[in-house]
């Protein structure tokens, strides 16, 4: 296996693999803002249409060595554009989320850009990190995945500094 990590737009049909990567309920726990209901198919279908007709969200799906183990996106909220990812917990641990995102991070020049994750979820806010986010605050939400109210980090990828000397 060569571990071949790969960005492409998302197809209908990679949409059967995110459904199923949503009913694993450790991963719907640890995501903590998915569906309130991971197996309901029409939500999930709906959320999904939102996703791909969106004018100004980015999806891409991530294979590795051609199989799906995730997703990868960038969409506005207001005035600011956050990113968000997803990898099939059979596929946690490799490094995959790392990688996905800092594909992602090439392909969406925009800065500042914002991510969020619950406080309690050490992975996802070393990926976030090591992409080079910043916790710049926190903040309370309703969490679907959860049924309650959760802590969860503020993070920025800043703009990169101005190096024109000028």
Request: aromatic share 10%.
């Amino acid at each position: 296996m060569t571990h071949d990590l790969r960005l492409r737009p998302v197809r209908e049909d990679d949409l059967v693999e995110f459904f199923t990567h949503q009913l694993d309920p450790e991963a719907s726990r640890m995501a903590a803002f998915g569906a309130a209901d991971p197996t309901d198919r029409r939500a999930f279908a709906a959320h999904w249409v939102r996703i791909l007709t969106g004018p100004d969200n980015l999806a891409r799906t991530v294979t590795v060595d051609g199989t799906v183990v995730g997703h990868v996106l960038a969409f506005p909220v207001g005035d600011e554009f956050e990113v968000s990812y997803w990898i099939d917990r059979a596929h946690w641990g490799r490094g995959y989320a790392t990688r996905a995102l800092t594909a992602l991070l090439r392909e969406v020049t925009r800065r500042p850009l914002f991510a969020r994750t619950v406080t309690d979820n050490a992975a996802s806010l070393a990926v976030l990190r090591r992409c080079g986010f910043v916790v710049r605050g926190t903040d309370r939400a309703y969490a679907p995945g959860r049924g309650h109210d959760v802590d969860e980090y503020v993070l920025e990828l800043p703009a990169a500094p101005d190096t024109d000397p000028a």
